[in-house]
């Protein structure tokens, strides 16, 4: 069968609601459009269809260490395929017999308008609720951070989740009694409680069909190529469980298909990064970091991928396989030019590791963008750097936005070694790192722009890390 001139449908069991779903479908159909064109549940919004306004969000549940573990995702980029064996609930799933909890609370302070995307911000919240034992608005506040609201100004939404909060003070660890919790509080429909055995009932037969494109989260593929997806079979990566981090002796190892939240949630990296948390929330939307995979990240090649250059100055290595054929590649040298990459179409990145921090080692990472958060770097840029009695002893920086490719700052990182860190020297790293860049004008600003920006960027790397070593008025 010629695949190109015909769409490939197989069969996808789920849990819609508190339905079981068998369909017979095109699992490279975005999740949004089974919801709302076979479905027909429409309080599922189809605006951007990019993951950016989180119209089309829903939650997505799958068992997880003994329990189901709930995210709120963008529908609209995610691919049906993944929707397997999962609990997907939607707006009409959540509803009751008059408003629940979290309607109740957006209905109170009147931060529901033109209501088109109210459903989403239930959602997202939803999910929090879920996940979470304890409540605090700040907290709630970043559940949302990827829903967008025009009508509303958000100063309702605010008072909405300050009182939310409030009333919500306290649940329990563990599962099954926070889950009763919130049933009895209207949170959630009393049916969430069988769908456990509802999923454990779904048969997980692997599909066999020959693959013609590799998918991981669908977060960049979704939107640069939507309509050639649907002609083609995919390999889901998911699938393949590559959703783990652990430790060996002299490393960290990290399964391709991990996404970007749970790198940040991960003990193993907050314990050698406690930074990443932190830096975590000026990557995309926790919307997009549900889904998005670290491999997907790096096979995508973007000059300005976030993840990319984190894991540039982390000197990772990337263990590529296809069927029984296994290869490792630095990271350094995967990107051979603009979208180009050192991967066979079928290949899949496995794992990414990379050395376990010993000695004195800080790293950092800086991000310049129009906006702060919810946005796309101008130039962004990690450091790693390890120190001995105040010599530099080893480093590693990387830079975005700066060149065709995600940019290894190979001259800049080799002048560091061996000096000890002051004003002067960090001054000196500054412009070799202005000097090996090759900038473009374009939509995020000129060459000049671009070089003054990593300039900056490497004094602001010194700062964070050694405040009692620099004097940053004397940098800038």
Do not use: W
């Not at 909060?165 to 919790?181: A, G, H, I, P």
């Not at 069909?209 to 593929?221: H, K, R, W, Y």
């Not at 930074?275 to 000059?303: C, E, H, M, Q, Y």
């Amino acid at each position: 069968m010629n695949k190109k001139n015909s769409i490939m449908k197989i069969e996808i069991k789920f849990v819609l609601n508190n339905e079981l779903i068998t369909a017979e479908a095109n699992p490279t159909m975005s999740l949004l459009d089974f919801l709302r064109n076979e479905k027909h549940l429409t309080a599922v919004k189809s605006v951007c269809r990019e993951g950016d306004c989180g119209a089309c969000s829903v939650l997505i549940g799958r068992f997880n260490d003994g329990e189901i573990k709930y995210q709120s995702i963008t529908s609209c980029i995610y691919p049906l395929g993944n929707a397997a064996g999962k609990h997907i609930a939607t707006i009409e799933g959540l509803n009751q017999p008059g408003l629940n909890f979290i309607q109740y609370h957006f209905a109170e302070e009147n931060a529901a308008q033109c209501g088109f995307c109210t459903p989403g911000y239930i959602i997202s919240l939803t999910a929090f609720m879920l996940n979470n034992s304890g409540y605090n608005y700040e907290e709630a506040e970043k559940a949302v951070a990827g829903n967008v609201c025009r009508c509303t100004g958000y100063g309702s939404i605010k008072r909405a989740l300050h009182n939310m909060t409030d009333e919500m003070s306290v649940s329990s660890e563990d599962y099954n009694q926070r889950l009763k919790t919130l049933i009895d509080k209207k949170v959630i429909p009393e049916y969430f409680s069988a769908i456990p055995q509802m999923l454990e009932n779904i048969a997980h037969d692997k599909v066999d069909v020959e693959s013609e494109i590799v998918i991981g989260g669908g977060t960049d593929l979704y939107v640069q190529k939507p309509d050639e997806l649907h002609t083609l079979s995919p390999l889901f990566i998911e699938k393949s469980r590559l959703d783990y981090i652990k430790e060996s002796a002299d490393s960290i190892i990290i399964g391709g298909g991990t996404t970007f939240e749970e790198i940040a949630g991960s003990e193993i990296i907050n314990k050698f990064f406690p930074s990443f948390k932190k830096d975590s929330v000026l990557i995309a939307s926790r919307l997009i970091r549900n889904v998005a995979t670290l491999a997907g990240n790096i096979v995508n090649a973007s000059p300005i991928g976030d993840m990319t250059i984190i894991f540039l100055a982390l000197n990772a290595e990337l263990k590529l396989k296809i069927n029984e054929t296994e290869r490792t590649v630095p990271i350094r040298n995967f990107y051979l030019g603009y979208k180009n990459i050192d991967k066979e179409p079928m290949e899949i990145i496995e794992e990414i590791i990379i050395p376990k921090p010993s000695g004195n080692v800080k790293f950092n990472f800086e991000k310049v963008s129009k906006r702060t958060h919810l946005d796309i770097a101008s130039v962004n840029s990690s450091i790693l750097i390890e120190t001995n009695n105040g010599t530099i002893v080893n480093a590693g920086i990387s830079a975005g936005g700066v060149a065709p490719v995600p940019k290894y700052l190979e001259k800049t990182s080799v002048f560091l070694i061996g000096k000890e860190i002051s004003n002067n020297v960090v001054l000196a790293a500054s412009e070799s790192a202005m000097d090996e860049i090759t900038p473009i004008d374009d939509v995020r600003g000129s060459a000049e722009y671009k070089k003054l920006l990593l300039g900056q960027l490497i004094k602001a790397h010194f700062a964070e890390l050694f405040p009692e070593k620099i004097n940053i008025g004397e940098l800038i």
